[in-house]
């Protein structure tokens, strides 16, 4: 089994989305940045429709003109920015947490595995995710899921097609962000990802017979039943209230 | 009541869409309306919507039952493969199509999603039991798959696929069949 690192405050600095900020790196930040972060920490707190761009210019530090300046688009587009950003950031912390190296299967399972915890542990992530979940609504169109494809396809196709193919790695990075959004979005009382066992399950189980022939991975795997670990979880988690 | 809140919808948007109008449009009061939904515009909308969507997966259920577009089979003869093939094609082509539901995204995406938010979850449900339903029927096993696992799974790609366009066309017969074959029904195989 391959070893995922998990994404956490080292004790120094600041996480503000996925973004890990080193202490007293804000003030050397770009005001672009700023202005991005800065309205990171807004969704974090108030959600997208409560957040204002006079409230993303006072975070950051700048005056609203300057925001405007650097988002014409008004906040929509700065939505849409962060997004893509913040993805990118969340694709970096996948590259150095995974072992690159392991056989594809468990790679690719780890990088599930690994995203959906991320996810899981993002403040921004799940503020949104309690309070406005049609802000990443990931099944239904609205470009919702356009901008994340992209930039995942971006970073995980070149690197899928030295085993597979560019054509095939394109439909497999897309296969794999939908499973991901759509699991880690709308919980399911089946496969919960922030379990290894379960990522192994459905990418196992779904996933990689979509798109390899068994003698083709240089591992042969078979998916894992049901485990303990899944059931107790799930017997925690549903007497919580949920995140 | 509802049929005349959706078409409203479609004229007068989410922002402009009011009981009054609603009211003239299906020749009913205003105090007709409250008395059904007492909590006034908001439930309004959000119980057409989810009316509207309802009407939508039972269309998406009646491609099982035709025999179109089967060669002349019907429903019941087909293969899953078959089936799921002509549910996307038939998805997409009312989504495409469904006039109202196409300027809501247009002019207020997130506030739609909103309303449609509980909805959305319902039809994740509506979808999961009947793929089940289809896959025991089918006698579709697996290993370490259960029915209602491998149906819920099934409806989560339909939703997502369908709902938002990705690198595979869904208006090219052959990229349908694929999408099928490949990422839906892949593991059936295995």
């Known amino acids: 089994m391959s070893k995922v690192t998990p994404l956490g405050p080292d004790g120094l600095g600041e996480r503000i989305g996925f973004t890990q900020l080193a202490a007293g790196e804000w003030d050397n930040l770009s005001v672009e940045r700023r202005v991005k972060l800065g309205y990171v920490r807004c969704l974090t707190r108030w959600g997208r429709s409560k957040t204002t761009m ?10 609203r003109a ?16 962060v997004k893509v950003d913040q993805t990118a ?9 995974v072992d690159l190296t392991a056989p594809l299967d468990d790679l690719l399972v780890d990088i599930c595995h690994a995203a959906a915890c991320a996810m899981a542990n993002n403040e921004m992530l799940r503020y949104l995710l309690r309070y406005e979940p049609e802000v990443i609504e990931p099944h239904v169109t609205l470009r919702t899921i356009e901008g994340v494809l992209e930039v995942c396809g971006r970073e ?35 496969i919960d990802l922030t379990l290894r066992s379960d990522a192994e399950r459905l990418v196992v189980g779904f996933v990689i017979p979509a798109h390899f022939d068994s ?29 | 009541m509802l049929a005349a809140t959706i078409e409203r919808l479609g004229q007068d ?30 439930e309004l909308i959000t119980s057409a919507i989810t009316w509207e969507l309802g009407r939508f997966v039972d269309r998406l259920r009646a491609v099982d039952v035709g025999d179109g577009g089967g060669g002349g089979k019907k429903g019941a003869d087909k293969d899953l493969f078959e089936r799921l093939e002509l549910l996307v094609v038939g998805a997409v082509e009312a989504l495409e199509g469904h006039e109202v539901f196409q300027s809501l995204v247009a002019d207020d995406p997130i506030e739609f999603l909103s309303e449609i938010g509980g909805a959305s979850t319902l039809v994740l449900d509506l979808l999961s039991t009947e793929f089940a339903g289809e896959l025991e029927r089918m006698g579709v096993s697996h290993r370490e798959v259960d029915w ?20 595979v066309s869904l208006h090219d017969r ?17």
């Open chain 2, 174 to 190: 052959a990229g349908v069949a694929s999408l099928v074959r490949h990422e839906f029904l892949g593991w059936t195989e295995a």
């Open chain 1, 156 to 190: 995980f196709v070149p690197f899928m097609s030295n085993h597979i193919g560019a054509e095939r790695a394109d439909r497999l990075v897309e296969h794999l962000v939908r499973v991901v959004m759509s699991y880690v979005h709308s919980p399911s009382s089946h």
């Open chain 2, 148 to 167: 209602a696992m491998g149906g819920e799974y099934l409806a989560r790609m339909v939703m997502s696929y369908v709902g938002s366009s990705g690198r």
């Open chain 2, 13 to 42: 948007g989410l922002s402009g869409l009011t009981v009054e109008r609603v009211a003239k449009a299906s020749g009913v009061g205003r105090a007709t309306i409250y008395r059904r939904v007492a909590k006034g515009r908001d």
């Open chain 1, 54 to 63: 006079a409230d993303v210019a006072r975070e950051a530090g700048c005056s």
């Open chain 1, 89 to 97: 950031e969340l694709i970096e912390h996948l590259w150095t947490s």
């Open chain 1, 66 to 81: 300057t925001v405007y300046r650097l988002v014409p688009g008004g906040i929509d587009a700065l939505f849409d920015s």
């Open chain 1, 215 to 243: 003698a083709e991975l240089t591992q042969q795997h078979q998916p894992p039943a049901r485990t303990q670990e899944h059931d107790e979880h799930h017997r925690r988690t549903s007497s919580q209230e949920p995140v």
